[in-house]
Every structure is written in C-alpha cells, then in structure tokens.
C-alpha cells in the first residue's frame, strides 16, 4: 500500500518531474509533490512560463529557475521540502558563484500554508506562490529579478484557469494518451484532521464551456483518458447551456461526447457528494470507467463525527451496495486515517470490519498525521506512535490481501488496455486496467500483426498477477 493522497500514479511523497527539454532560453525545472491537482498545476505553470521564454528542463544542474511544487497534506512532506530547499541554496550558492542566475520558488499547498514563514526558514528562496496564484508567475519573476523577493498566497479573485495559457501546445509535445483536467478546486467539508480547505480555500466549480473545450483541446492533442480531477470532484456543479443546474453526472456525459476521448475517470470523490445522477453515469456511460475512489477513513461512527465527515460507516456502505448495485463490475477504493485522536481499539476494530464487508481493490493508508490550525490537533488523546503503527501494519495487510486478491480474480479476464508507455524491460508495452492496475505485455504488433503504439486501445488477456502489476497477452480483437 502506498503513502500517497488521492490516487496512483503520483505518490504524495515522492516527487515527479516532467518536460521536455530545449536550448539558448532560460530553463525551468519543476519538481511536483503531492495530488494530481498538483501534477496538473505544474503542467499548467510551465505553459504559463513558456509564453515568457522558459523551456522546461529535467536535468536540475541545468535550470536557472527551480520551481517545487509542494504538498502540505502530511508533516512529512513539509519537511521533505524544507530539507530539499536546503540542497537548492548550497547548489545557489555555487552557480551564483560562477555568475549564473539560479532561481529558487515554492509553489503549492506549503506556499499556501506557510506564506513568508518559508523565506524566514529558507533564505535563499526567491518566490512564494500559492495555487491560486499560478497566473501571475511571469510577473513575479519579473519582480525577482529586478531584486525584490516576491510572496503571493492571496485568494486571487481571477480566475486562474482564464489567465493561464491554454495547455494544448504542452500536450502535443510531452503529455502522451492520459491527461488530468481539474474542474473543481477547494473543498469546504473542513474533515478535523485535513489542510486542504485552508491551502485550497473554498469550493470553487469551472463552468462546463471552460471544461468542454479544454477537453476537446485534450483530446486533439491525442489525449484518449481524461481525468477530471477536484478535491472533491463529485462536488462540481454548474449550469449547461438552458440554465438548468448540472452536476458531475451530467457534466461527465458532455464531455463522453468528445470524439477521441475513449475513457472517463474523475477523483476524489466524498461520500456525502454522490448523488443518484452521478450514480447513474456509471451505469449508463461506457466511457466511465469502472473504477471509483471513495474515501472513507474510518469505519467507527464516533471517529466519522470527530473527523466531522457527517456520515457514518452504514451510510458509506449503503451508497456502496447502490453503486455496486448499477454497475456490478465497479472496483473500490479509499483512504484512511488510523490513530486519528481518542481512536480506541474498538473503533479501529470498525474500521476492520468495514473493509472486509466492502473488499477493495486498492486503497491508500495513513498514520494520522496532526495538521497545526486544524481541529484535530488540539483534540485530547493523541495515540501513541507506536500504536498507529501496529495499526497501520494490520490495516495494510488486510488491504494488500484484497488488492491481491481482485488482482488474481483478474487472471484470466480479457480486457481494454490503453497503452501509455514503454515498459522497464526492452519490448514491453505499458498500460493500465479498467481498474486502474498497471498491466505489461510483451508485445510489438498485434495478432494481425500490426505495429503496436502507445495510445492504442487494444484487447489484451490477464495472464498473471504480479505483486503490483498484471501480465498480460494480446488477444484477438
Ligand atoms: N479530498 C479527498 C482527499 C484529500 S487528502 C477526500 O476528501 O477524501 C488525501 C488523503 O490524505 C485523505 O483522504 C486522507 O486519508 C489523507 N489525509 C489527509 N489529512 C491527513 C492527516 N492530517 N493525517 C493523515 N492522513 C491525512
Ligand atoms: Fe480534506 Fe475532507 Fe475536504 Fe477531503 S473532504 S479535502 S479530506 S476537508
Ligand atoms: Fe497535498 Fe495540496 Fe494536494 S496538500 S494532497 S498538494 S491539495
């Protein structure tokens, strides 16, 4: 099981880097922690940069602007930042030394959290900038390099997304057959335990014109799997083009009417936000994939009512049997918290038994991690560490147990495979499942014999269940 927020494939605490490379501008080196929305955010504030001469580099000795997109989820990766900013000044140190202009920004959700508090800790950084803030980045370099330090974490009141170039150009050049879209941004559930209401601030839903034509853009690209993405992206609401109120259901059929874009998946999704037009879009659009993440992060209703979630473990099993009950096929999965404070025995006892009644097919696990200025920290009885961790241990055993067994129950299935890259191994292709599972073949062409290439949707069968990735042949199609 991994550490990681939201879903594969970006684990929170590890880092990605992404781009292309290109010569005679100043380079920009992008270094992205945390969520999707994260990934997303850092292909959008390359485009913005582009517009202003940058070429994205992946090669960090080579950057004059280094840009680390940061995620303020856990304690942890806070502290994983700060240690990295204390690479990047003894690397400042030296290229400023040879005259060369070394630039050094925190952007994301610890920009956001931290504000000026990160030049008092990290002196040699230049800029601060918060999510809603991307837009205004030339600016802001603009600022440093005239010599004055630049921190913006204002809620902007422009939109960010109208500001920002369009993200076609960077799709065309690096971002291959799956692409992220947020369409929601912010969150104002305020669970006890979570920054992200304050890093984030309030809910904010693009409207559905903004979003049909950057996915038309997408899928021009070449893009075949679009993910929508939010905080809580079964939040998003809008109006289509009669004024009628529309929400996530709705607004997944539009976009399913795109020609080129094959599969649909959104994350993350709350609880209490799935309604029955959501609901009913895995049932009747074949695009949608059978594949949802549906946090619960506990299964004891006294820890659901101090983690303020307002909704207890039967309301979450409940909206589990109707989802299963309009697409049988449709595979789980969720986070949770163990060691949330006052967790007892018992109560995490209920988290147990609601595991086993659901069966998931992935999940994503965490010690409770206290957050300063949330409720949940200055709530009594914090569980000891060592507690957690046995905790922790018991959860993920039970959770790698299921994973492997839907993944063996897979063995066998012939399914749709979207090919997104080269495999580790010479010869082999790379996809993911319906489910989300990364599945390797070890094939060219197909049975015909025609060439295969990334971007492909081909019939393939599941020939093996590896401890984290499926085998697969290629079928007849
Ligand atoms: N919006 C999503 C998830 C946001 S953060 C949702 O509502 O589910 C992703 C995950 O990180 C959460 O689901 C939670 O399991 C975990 N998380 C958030 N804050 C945490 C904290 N303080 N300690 C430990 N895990 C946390
Ligand atoms: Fe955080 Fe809760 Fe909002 Fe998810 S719903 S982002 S866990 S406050
Ligand atoms: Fe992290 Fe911010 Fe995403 S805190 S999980 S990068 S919304």
């Known amino acids: ?11 929170a605490a590890d880092a990605t880097t992404h781009g292309a490379v290109n010569t005679n501008t100043r380079k920009v080196f992008v270094k992205t922690y945390g969520c999707q929305m994260n990934v997303y955010d850092s292909a959008r504030m390359t485009d913005a940069l582009a517009a202003d001469g940058y070429s994205e580099t992946t090669v960090l000795e080579d950057a004059d602007l280094v840009l680390l997109n940061t995620c303020h989820i856990r304690e942890k990766a806070a502290e994983k930042v700060y240690s990295e900013l204390g690479r990047l000044r003894d690397m400042k140190k030296a290229k400023n030394a040879e005259g060369r202009e070394f630039v050094i920004g925190v952007t994301g959700c610890v920009a956001q959290a931290e504000g000026k508090e990160i030049l008092r800790r990290a002196p040699a950084v230049d800029l601060v900038v918060g999510p809603q803030t991307y837009h205004r980045l030339p600016q802001v370099l603009r600022d440093v390099r005239e010599g004055r330090k630049a921190v913006e974490t204002d809620y902007s009141l422009e939109d960010k997304f109208e500001h920002l170039p369009s993200p076609e ?143 207890t473990a039967a309301d979450y099993l409940a909206l589990v049997r109707r989802i299963r009950a309009v697409n049988p096929e449709l595979a789980l999965s969720g986070d949770f918290i163990v060691g949330f404070p006052g967790e007892t025995d018992e109560d995490f006892e209920d988290t147990m038994r609601l595991i086993e009644e659901v069966g998931y097919a992935q999940a994503f696990s965490f010690k409770y991690s206290p957050r300063p200025g949330t409720p949940g920290a200055d709530l009594p009885d914090h569980v000891p560490e060592e507690m957690k961790s046995e905790r922790l241990d018991r959860l993920q055993t039970l959770l790698f147990k299921q994973q492997r067994d839907f993944a063996r129950a897979c063995v066998g299935k012939t399914i749709d495979l979207l090919l997104e890259k080269e495999g580790r191994m010479e010869g082999q292709l790379v996809g993911r499942s319906p489910w989300l599972q990364p599945v390797i073949i070890d094939a060219k062409t197909t049975k015909s014999g025609d060439k295969l290439k990334i971007g492909d949707i081909i019939k393939v069968r599941i020939t093996e269940a590896g401890p984290n990735s499926l085998f697969a042949e290629v079928a007849e199609s």
């Open 169 to 311: 150009k960077a799709v065309t050049k690096s971002r291959g057959p799956t692409a992220f879209l947020t369409v929601q941004e912010g969150c104002d559930k305020f669970c006890t335990f979570c920054v992200v209401p304050y890093t984030r601030g309030s809910e904010v839903s693009r409207p559905l014109a903004q979003i049909v034509d950057e996915a038309k853009k997408l899928a021009g690209a070449g893009v075949r799997e679009l993910t929508l993405l939010g905080q809580n992206v079964n939040a998003w609401h809008g109006t289509d083009a009669d004024g009628n109120a529309i929400g996530l259901g709705e607004l997944i059929a539009a976009i399913a009417e795109i020609d080129g874009l094959d599969r649909l998946r959104y994350t993350t999704s709350h609880p209490r936000d799935m309604d029955d037009r959501l609901i009913a879009a895995h049932a009747t659009q074949s695009k949608l994939m059978p594949y949802l993440h549906l946090p619960v992060q506990s299964g004891s209703d006294r820890i659901l009512k101090a983690m303020n979630r307002k909704h």
């Open 1 to 11: 099981m991994n550490d990681q927020a939201l879903q594969p494939p970006d684990p």
